[in-house]
């Protein structure tokens, strides 16, 4: 009981220092929105262009977005001493790590709908498969932002750093995971490579549900891949939590 | 019979890199009193506190009510604030003091109470980072009093802070101590070590005095911590 209330209040109050950052808010929200809008408006007099493109584009926001704000809230908590303190109580380090998983998924659930609706109503997309597979894949790769974010942080020193670990980490994943050219085309070694990382499936998942009218057991799997990464990474987030220190 | 010390340590030793922050340190901390851990900055003060509550690593003996230092369960027993108000800056000192009652699964009504002791109804709703540097040390106290803890681990808690605020928490501290809880206050003021029960004079990661301070003025023939701590440097020497 203690652990559920702690995990919560930890949601609540990461919501209450979000409250009070309005800008921050609007840029989670608002961004992926105009970058969408952005691609669209580029792609007008080429718009297959632009079908085939969105639906990954829904994946690697959250991703993206998710990944740089949890890495600077958590060195945040570390360099304040606020993370220090944290250890000094009952809490378990799990119940902080499901504490913001449940904030940022929740706003990564927001951000979905507002995107994929854009996407879906605004620019009208054709999406054959069902709709509501476009919002779990989005908040699959939330989380696994989320989830790298808590564990990368650990090796950053400063916010300067922190911030690097986006082109570092997760940069190569957006460029050679499906997006600007199908796996099968690429050469040899960077399609290996690719096979290795959670965003090449969170790419193929979208691409999927795009194609077929029902979720495909391949998109499954994608699933699958996606959720194993995801729980990699929080058990080695929690590994770096450490309570002490040498 | 004399009651359990609430802290233990016998040979205790922390090494950062090469260096070594305590050096073999032996004492005890008596329940129910003020001990003042009183010694210039850079003496090992912090790292010592920080292993007390359980996040530094340590080699001897440490031993804090009744379990070794670091155990899970001593975590609802010990309040600890940090040299830098550990808070959050962009929360109001009513949701950092909120999330932290939870956490510490203080009693109901305490997180009122505690605003009003520490002065804070007036800065209840205002952000932590517009806060005076005293009135975010008051928050960051408040909190490590949440949740009644029988050991209290305080590291320069009252640096910065006005007279008349500083003499008022000090009362706090004898208050809380005469209810049976023991208090570690760390300071490189000697004159908050004349308010302290007992003493330990930390130098260089070396324990120079544990005793009251009676018996160290007597001992070192002196009328004032500051000219005992010297001359038991002194006496160190040689």
């Known amino acids: 009981m203690y652990h559920i209330r702690a995990s919560f209040a930890t949601t609540h109050r990461i919501f209450g220092q979000l409250a009070h950052d309005p800008r921050t808010i609007a840029l989670i929200f608002v961004v992926p929105c105009i970058l969408l809008a952005l691609f669209r408006w580029l792609f007008s007099d080429s718009l297959s262009v632009f079908d085939r493109v969105a639906p990954a584009l829904l994946g690697i926001f959250p991703f993206v977005i998710m990944f740089i704000i949890t890495s600077i809230t958590t060195l945040r908590e570390r360099t304040g001493g606020t993370m220090e303190r944290l250890m000094t109580l009952p809490v378990g380090k799990f119940d902080l790590i499901i504490g913001y998983m449940m904030a940022f998924g929740l706003l990564a659930i927001i951000q979905a709908l507002l995107a994929s609706g854009l996407i879906l109503y605004g620019f009208n997309l054709d999406v054959a498969g069902p709709h509501w597979f476009l919002v779990v894949m989005a908040l699959a790769d939330a989380l696994l932002g989320t989830a790298l974010g808590l564990f990368v942080s650990a090796f950053a020193r400063t916010e300067f750093q922190a911030v690097q670990f986006m082109p570092a980490l997760v940069l190569p994943q957006v460029l050679i995971g499906g997006l600007f050219m199908p796996l099968a085309q690429m050469p040899d070694a960077l399609e290996t490579l690719a096979y290795f990382l959670p965003l090449t499936y969170a790419i193929d998942a979208l691409n999927e549900v795009v194609n077929y009218s029902e979720v495909t057991d391949n998109a499954w799997r994608d699933v699958l891949v996606v959720t194993s990464f995801i729980i990699g990474a929080l058990l080695l987030a929690a590994l770096t939590l450490r309570r002490r220190t040498k | ?238």
């Open chain 2, 1 to 238: 019979m004399k009651q359990d010390p609430a802290i233990f340590a016998s040979e205790l030793t922390v090494k950062k890199a090469q260096n070594t922050v305590l050096n073999n340190l032996t004492f005890e901390v008596a329940k129910g009193m003020v001990t003042g851990l009183i010694g210039p900055s850079g003496s090992g003060k912090t790292t010592l506190m920080r292993a007390i509550v359980g996040v530094q690593k340590y080699k001897g003996s440490l031993t804090v009510l009744g379990s070794a230092a670091g155990n899970s369960k001593l975590r609802e027993k010990i309040g600890y604030v940090t040299q830098a108000p550990a808070i959050y800056q962009d929360l109001t000192v009513l949701q950092n003091i909120r999330y932290f009652a939870t956490l510490a699964q203080a009693p109901e009504g305490q997180v009122a109470m505690i605003i009003d002791q520490m002065q804070l109804a007036k800065q209840s709703h205002q952000l932590a980072e517009h806060l005076s540097g005293g009135q975010k040390a008051r928050v960051s106290l408040a909190v490590a009093l949440l949740g009644n803890p029988e050991l209290l681990v305080l590291d320069e808690p009252t640096v910065g802070l006005d007279p008349l605020l500083r003499r008022e928490l000090w009362q706090l501290f004898k208050d809380l101590a005469a209810q049976g809880k023991t208090l570690l206050v760390s300071s490189h003021v000697m004159d908050e070590a004349e308010k302290c029960d007992t003493l330990l004079l930390l130098r260089d990661g070396r324990l120079l005095w544990q005793d009251s301070k009676e018996e160290l003025l007597s001992a070192t023939k002196t009328t004032s911590v500051q000219d005992a701590f010297l001359a038991a440097i002194e006496k160190g020497k040689n």
